[in-house]
């Protein structure tokens, strides 16, 4: 079986972070393992306390996972602080770590920072590098490149600027701001749009985590980008259209809804 790690934060109400990377791991039929950067408390409708892992203890769990079951992919999510970015950075470097998915977490849906300024100079210029592909949403994508994103034409430049200035793919997603469900790929030198069919579901906390998740577990898989990216929308165009309603916010996706309906995702891969 293939394998992928989380480095990200728990969240407790389960829609995003760790426990949404886990669920989706498995949706999409990889051995999920995780490495905890902070816990937080929050729900759907905010976060209302973060406490960090230590540099030295979230290096222990990544001792302990690469040197036992070695990840075929990695996705990276919250990382709050510059100290603990340095550690991850540091430790996929020893361990040689393949597929890198960086789903660079700023703000969460509900409005709450999850990451600190200082770190996000140690995320560009210590993560980015390493990345096989860089997943912001249009508000991180304007921090990272610099640039005011108001068009989709604004988005193929600045995932241009992104992928040129730290030699990753980048994955530029529409989302919720800008043109719906219609995600652009950035690689090599030229880029590819993923038309996704908009689902009319206010419930969207944990997507960025979601789609990131499948990402690395299709590329686990041994799939390329393009086809990962392919897959991962399929996937999360599946729990959202499943149209859980859970919570007083915005509420998490049905991640299992595919094993619901009698293992469709594996059976499509047999
Ligand atoms: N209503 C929708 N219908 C279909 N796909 C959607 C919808 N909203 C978001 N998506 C898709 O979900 C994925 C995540 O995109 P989004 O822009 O929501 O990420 P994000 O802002 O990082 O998420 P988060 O809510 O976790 O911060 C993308 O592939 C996006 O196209
Ligand atoms: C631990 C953790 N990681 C990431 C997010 C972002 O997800 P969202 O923007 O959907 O709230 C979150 N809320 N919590």
Redesign the pocket.
């Known amino acids: 079986m293939r394998t992928a790690l989380t480095i990200a934060g728990s969240d407790s109400s389960g829609g995003?972070g760790i426990q949404a990377d886990i669920k989706t791991m498995i949706s999409n039929g990889v051995y999920a393992m995780s490495a905890i950067t902070a816990l937080t408390a929050q729900n759907t409708t905010g976060v209302t306390g973060i406490m960090e892992a230590t540099p030295e203890f979230l290096a222990e769990q990544l001792d302990n996972i690469f040197t036992d079951i070695y990840p075929d992919a990695v996705k990276i999510g919250m990382v709050s602080s510059s100290a603990l970015i340095e550690t991850i950075a540091k430790k996929l470097h020893q361990y040689d770590a393949k597929n890198i998915v960086v789903?660079p977490?700023m703000?969460?849906?509900s409005g709450a920072k999850l990451i600190n300024d200082e770190a996000i100079d140690a995320l560009k210029s210590q993560l980015l590098p390493m990345a096989t592909v860089l997943?912001?949403?249009?508000p991180?994508a304007e921090v990272l490149s610099g640039m005011k994103i108001e068009t989709a034409d604004d988005m193929i430049k600045a995932a241009a600027a992104i992928g040129e200035k730290y030699h990753c793919a980048v994955l530029c997603?529409?989302?919720?701001?800008l043109n719906?469900?219609?995600?652009l790929l950035w690689r090599d030198g030229g880029y590819k749009w993923?038309q996704?069919?908009?689902?009319?579901?206010p419930n969207?906390?944990?997507?960025?985590?979601?789609?990131s998740s499948a990402i690395a577990s299709n590329l686990a898989k041994g799939f390329d980008l393009d086809t990962s990216v392919e897959r991962?929308?399929k996937y999360?165009?599946g729990a959202?259209a499943a149209m859980l309603d859970l919570g007083k916010g915005?509420g998490p996706m049905n991640h299992g809804f595919a094993i619901q309906n009698e293992f469709t995702l594996a059976k499509e891969d047999n």
């Open positions: 995003a789903d977490v703000v969460a849906t997943t912001p949403n249009i991180e997603k529409g989302g919720h701001q719906d469900a219609n995600d993923f996704g069919k908009r689902i009319n579901n969207t906390h944990g997507t960025g985590c979601t789609l991962a929308k999360i165009s959202l915005s």
